[in-house]
């Protein structure tokens, strides 16, 4: 199940090594440089960065994980998440890399997949106590041995470590290849069961290595850090990974509002950053009142759905810097628009693969290869693109061909030029801000509500998100149903809350096409109609 990394095209000054081993060889090429920063100026060199992992390396070892544990990291991007990841990494453990705005059904159902033996939260954040979550899940989940929580000591229980308080001797260095699982990104998903990419030494090392390359990362940059850190864009494409790579300083940012984003652009000279097109609009718009100079950046990378041209010819003219387009899947293949491309290029298209070795083809409903210039769904195989999900036969069963390519559910076509372009999907998906949501996961939580007969969940054309999630719902009895009575349900049932619907509508009689399914594509009709007519329904 794994990809063939034997023949990966790194260049020599990318010698490719086990992750654990990355933060110890960072120390030795840059040590003083400065390798983070946080929103509030704290900063760490690359070798205090490397002494403070040792050190929470060792007290991990010492409580008891071992090489091929796995562990959940559930953190905003601040220094612990850090601290935890690379801490892993070292013992050898394998992180679970869940996204902060999961709430306790996602963060159940990834535990009953993955069965870490510990998992890292931060102190409350907001609303949302991380401590009493990690508590059920104890109870629930035998596997689950320790918590360590980035925060106060005086939270320290039997049970509950504190990160920077973990003490040990040192640590020793797991035996490791480059076909070994390095860590477990978490999958967009198309059914109601969460699927994990186990992505290989070998391959996440070329993933960030050849990625920082092609997007001229080096060691002057300083990146920012505004997305999850735990997503695949930001974490390794080339994100924060690529910037430690070339001895560059990533500054993170645990909001990335322009209010809070853009004076940490001006105070710290950032010259990259990258965002979804959502955000990427509301930085166009912020410029007509956030004035802070912005003169230092030189690389906005856009990615994780699709950018309007529109919107793409603004953000060069409104931000002034270059811009990237980034195609890319947590599955593997990255796509990028390159830095000398024609702006139309740049602009109208997705991009083209990073690897000379990886493989697309672009297919109809039979799988044969449709035309060249027109449209099918991407299958893609390649050098540090995934073989199979972890632990998923059925699903392994659709999602890929029996030669191993991967099903990307996307509809593109391929220019001239060999460049992609998105034209849509063919997967029961919602790309909500970059966040992907599969229909069936929403469907299913609504169908077990009382009151509730049928639902049927699509993604409908949003000014500010993108997509936002519509919901409609066929009641028990004739009585309509209350929007707001659904979303607390759902919130109090723990479904992570940017997968609460976003518009929720009753529906007595399906639209149906010939086939007798529901139609949805009307659905998506009916939806923007209701809305524009009542338009509170979306809230
Ligand atoms: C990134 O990764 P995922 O795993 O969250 O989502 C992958 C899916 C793609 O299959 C596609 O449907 C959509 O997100 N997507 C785009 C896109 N980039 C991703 N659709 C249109 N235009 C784009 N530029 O989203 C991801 C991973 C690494 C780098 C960048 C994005």
């Known amino acids: 199940m794994k990809a063939d990394i034997s023949e990966l095209p790194m260049s020599t000054c990318d010698k490719p090594m ?214 695949n864009f930001t974490l390794a494409s080339p994100g924060v990974l690529g910037t430690f790579q070339c001895g560059g300083t990533v500054v993170t940012s645990v909001s990335a509002s322009c209010d809070e984003a853009m004076p940490l652009i001006e105070k710290y000279k950032v010259t990259h950053v990258a965002l979804v097109p959502p955000l990427a609009k509301l930085w166009v718009e912020g410029r007509e009142w956030e004035d802070s100079d912005l003169s230092s950046l030189k690389l906005i990378q856009v990615g994780g759905a699709r950018l309007e041209a529109g919107l793409a010819r603004q953000l060069v003219d409104v931000i002034g810097c270059k811009l990237q387009q980034v195609f890319g899947m947590a599955e593997g293949l990255l796509c990028y628009t390159r830095l000398d491309d024609p702006l139309n290029t740049i602009i109208q298209t997705q991009g083209r693969p990073l690897s000379p070795k990886d493989e697309v083809r672009i297919v109809d409903e039979d799988d044969h290869d449709v035309p060249e210039g027109q449209a099918g769904q991407l299958l893609t195989r390649g050098p540090y693109t995934i073989r199979g999900y972890f632990r998923a036969p059925v699903q392994n069963a659709s999602s890929f061909t029996e030669d191993g390519f991967y099903r990307s559910g996307d509809l593109v076509r391929r220019d001239a030029n060999g460049n992609l372009i998105v034209e849509g999907r063919i997967k029961e998906q919602i790309n909500r801000c970059g966040e992907k949501i599969s229909t069936a996961e929403i469907e299913e939580a609504i169908s077990l509500l009382h009151g509730v007969h049928v639902a049927a969940a699509v993604g409908v054309p949003d000014e500010l998100l993108g997509e936002r999630i519509c919901v409609f719902i066929k009641p028990e009895g004739s009585q309509t149903i209350d929007p707001l009575h659904i979303k607390t349900a759902l919130r109090e049932g723990g479904l992570s809350d940017y997968k609460v619907p976003d518009q929720i509508e009753t529906i007595f009689e399906w639209p149906l096409t010939a086939a007798k399914k529901v139609d949805k594509r009307r659905l998506v009709a009916v939806a923007l109609q209701r809305a524009s007519v009542s338009p509170d329904a979306k809230s």
């Open 18 to 231: 086990p992750l654990g081993h990355c933060l110890a060889q960072w120390a030795r090429n840059y040590g003083d440089r400065i390798a983070l920063i946080n929103e509030t100026g704290q900063c760490l060199s690359y070798a205090q960065l490397h002494d403070r992992v040792e050190h929470i390396a060792s007290g991990l070892h010492a409580a008891g994980l071992r090489a091929g544990d796995h562990a959940m990291v559930h953190m905003p991007n601040t220094f612990g998440f850090f601290y935890s990841f690379f801490a892993l990494l070292r013992v050898g453990v394998i992180p679970v890399m869940a996204m902060p705005n999961q709430r306790e059904q996602d963060i159940d159902a990834l535990m009953a997949l993955a069965q870490p033996t510990a998992y890292f939260i931060p102190d409350d954040v907001g609303e949302h106590d991380y401590l009493t979550l990690a508590q059920r899940m104890q109870a629930r989940h035998e596997s689950l041995r320790l918590v360590v929580m980035d925060g106060d000591v005086e939270h320290e229980t039997r049970n509950v470590q504190i990160l920077t308080a973990l003490k040990g001797s040192a640590c020793p260095w797991p035996e490791q290849d480059g076909r070994d699982t390095a860590v477990l990104l978490l999958s967009g998903g198309t059914t109601g069961m969460p699927k994990l990419i186990p992505r290989t030494h070998g391959d996440y090392f070329y993933n960030f290595t050849a990625s920082a390359r092609l997007c001229g990362f080096d060691r002057e940059m300083v990146f920012l850090a505004v997305l999850p850190a735990a997503h």
